[in-house]
């Protein structure tokens, strides 16, 4: 089976922009979980989807938003980037709803200006 | 509050050297995983526990669950340098709510 798959691998964006990641989950898994994370604050958790609906939720503001399609591929997006937005940003996908094994891409490397 | 505490949170050792890494929590989990993450990589899987008391090994890695289910370790023997590396206790609490650990930076020098 294919791992899962992040695109892009790198991204330098502007203050004030807006960028969408994507993610491709692992053949057959249904959930999809996006992390940040940066040295200062380690990973912390955004969102995650399970068949297109958002079941649970981090603690970060609004600019951050996410969505799953039918196939399972999922997409993030942050609006009005800020300097502190820079970071790893990692999606995981989880065939199980016991045991919430991750199965994690490469991430996206996001610099922001 | 951080519901999974790791320690050490830094930790460098010469090669053949043994370690333990703990993984700790006041909360009662139903299942725990530890991950180890390379520089610019995502996290990888390395082994999941779900029953108190539990052992598992992975060639030289092995892996304990506590008794009462809020804590684990992972203890390496003979340490090498292609064990360096970030590595995350994770956990589902009884709640379903999935967390990752603080982090634990192990360095392996030749």
């Known amino acids: 089976k294919a791992g899962v798959t992040q695109t892009p691998r790198y991204l330098i964006k502007t203050r004030g922009q807006q960028v969408t990641l994507s993610c491709s989950p692992i053949s057959g898994h249904r959930s999809v979980s996006w992390y940040q994370q940066t040295p200062g604050q380690g990973l912390q958790f955004l969102f995650e989807y399970f068949s297109e609906t958002q079941r649970n939720k981090g603690n970060f503001p609004g600019r951050f938003s996410g969505r799953q399609f039918s196939n399972s591929r999922s997409e993030m997006n942050v609006s009005t980037l800020e300097l502190g937005d820079s970071a790893l940003y990692l999606c995981a996908s989880s065939g199980t709803q016991v045991t919430y094994e991750q199965y994690f891409g490469p991430g996206t490397r996001l610099t922001v200006t | 509050t951080q519901l999974l505490e790791q320690s050490p949170q830094f930790l460098s050792i010469q090669e053949g050297e043994n370690l333990t890494v703990y993984c700790n929590s006041s909360s009662v989990f139903s299942s725990l995983q530890w991950y180890r993450q390379e520089p610019g990589e995502g996290p990888v899987l390395l082994v999941t526990?779900?029953?108190?008391?539990e052992v598992k090994k992975l060639k030289r890695l092995t892996f304990q669950f506590g008794d009462a289910r809020k804590d684990s370790s992972l203890h390496i023997t003979a340490a090498q340098p292609g064990d360096t590396g970030l590595y995350l206790c994770?956990?589902?609490?009884?709640?379903?709510?999935?967390?990752f650990g603080t982090g634990t930076s192990l360095t392996v020098i030749p």
């Open positions: 994770a956990g589902t609490n009884t709640g379903n709510q999935f967390y």
């Open positions: 526990v779900v029953t108190g008391g």
